[in-house]
T-cell receptor, first 112, second 110 residues
């Protein structure tokens, strides 16, 4: 099992550009989520999904969209990048035990 | 909403015991989780307490007191590789969103 994979590992964007961060898991987990982590801080939930076709907002959803067309994939879209979105983005998944989340390696995003 | 407080930094020497505290406020409580994150790495799950008391997993133990809204992570026989950030986390009252504390950076010195 590859677990949770994320691409790209690192990305530089200009203000106003859009892009999609990819996340995939091969553990057949129903629950998937996206977090952002700013330097020296904890993780903040952006969006989450409890199954294919179902998504909901977390603490900091503004400026981001998600979709969940399959169990395996949960992409995060930045609509119009802003410098405030410079961060490390982690995707996570879990089975029925939501307290145990498996994190991907992260995507480091720099918005200029 | 939820809020969690942890010390920002803790320093200890190799072989010692260290305790990382976490106090929380939440409208509905499902349990307290702990995660470890090495610099440049992803968070990894360490432990979960749903009930009061101590849970032991090897060198790591986690404690919860629901009446005090307080928990801690205890690391014994510290090793250099334990240098990392440690996060406590709780669920929202619907049980579908995990909120993380700001993290405690543990530095283990020789």
């Amino acid at each position: 099992n590859a677990g949770v994979t994320q691409t790209p590992k690192f990305q530089v964007l200009k203000t106003g550009q859009s892009m999609t961060l990819q996340c995939a898991q091969d553990m057949n987990h129903e629950y998937m989520s996206w977090y952002r982590q700013d330097p020296g801080m904890g993780l903040r939930l952006i969006h989450y999904s409890v199954g294919a076709g179902i998504t909901d907002q977390g603490e900091v959803p503004n400026g981001y969209n998600v979709s969940r067309s399959t169990t395996e994939d949960f992409p995060l879209r930045l609509l119009s990048a802003a410098p405030s979105q410079t961060s490390v983005y982690f995707c996570a998944s879990s089975n029925g035990r939501l307290e145990t989340q498996y994190f991907g390696p992260g995507t480091r995003l720099l918005v200029l | 909403g939820q809020s969690l407080e942890q010390p920002s930094e803790v320093t200890a020497v190799e072989g010692a015991i260290v305790q990382i505290n976490c106090t929380y406020q939440t409208s509905g409580f499902y349990g307290l989780s702990w995660y470890q994150q090495h610099d440049g790495g992803a968070p990894t799950f360490l432990s979960y307490n749903a009930l009061d008391g101590l849970e032991e997993t090897g060198r790591f133990s986690s404690f919860l007191s629901r009446s005090d809204s307080y928990g801690y992570l205890l690391l014994q026989e510290l090793q250099m590789k334990d240098s990392a950030s440690y996060f406590c986390a709780v669920f929202n009252n619907a049980g579908n969103m995990l909120t993380f504390g700001g993290g405690t950076r543990l530095m283990v010195k020789p």
